[in-house]
């Protein structure tokens, strides 16, 4: 079980969005959060809303029990890059230099620290195995057989 949260087209480069997200992947998520919480970077505070989004999108989904942020792990953490404005700076002797707004697509994924267990089929037991006899082969008449010649 996974649950995940998706921010998208923020206002910031991917390039330094990366850089924070970079920073929490596969940690505990009390952890991430401590990381996110304290680190110097703009973006760390947006990573930070979309981890505690994928939290309790994971806890609203969990049937059996109340799971705390000490017992789930960033599973997947990832940046797309979004749509990119252009405008126009004025430059001297009449040209125009183009800017490049960046924005970006963040994506965090969250799930157990233990899996969850399923109820599955119970596994065949070696025994059953063995009473399966393997397949024999067909035998071909002798006169049907091709012999290579030299």
């Known amino acids: 079980m996974e649950a995940r949260a998706i921010n998208r087209y923020i206002g910031t480069s991917p390039r330094k969005m990366r850089l924070v997200i970079d920073l929490i992947r ?6 991430a959060l401590n990381i996110l919480h304290y680190s110097p970077k703009h973006a760390s505070r947006v990573a930070e809303k979309v981890l505690r989004s994928a939290v309790s999108n994971l806890q609203n989904k969990d049937e059996a029990g109340r799971l705390e942020p000490g017992e789930m792990i960033v599973k997947e953490a990832y940046v797309d890059v979004g749509m990119v404005m252009k405008r126009i700076l004025p430059a001297p002797m009449g040209r ?3 800017i490049r707004k960046r924005s970006n697509h963040v994506t965090i994924v969250v799930a157990p620290n233990k899996p969850v267990p399923r109820t599955a089929a119970p596994k065949r037991a ?14 071909t008449p002798s006169g049907t057989a091709k ?4």
């Open 26 to 31: 596969g940690k505990s998520v009390d952890e």
């Open 96 to 98: 125009a230099f183009r």
């Open 126 to 139: 070696k025994a059953q195995k063995a009473e399966r006899a393997p397949a024999k082969k067909a035998a």
């Open 147 to 150: 012999q290579e010649s030299k």
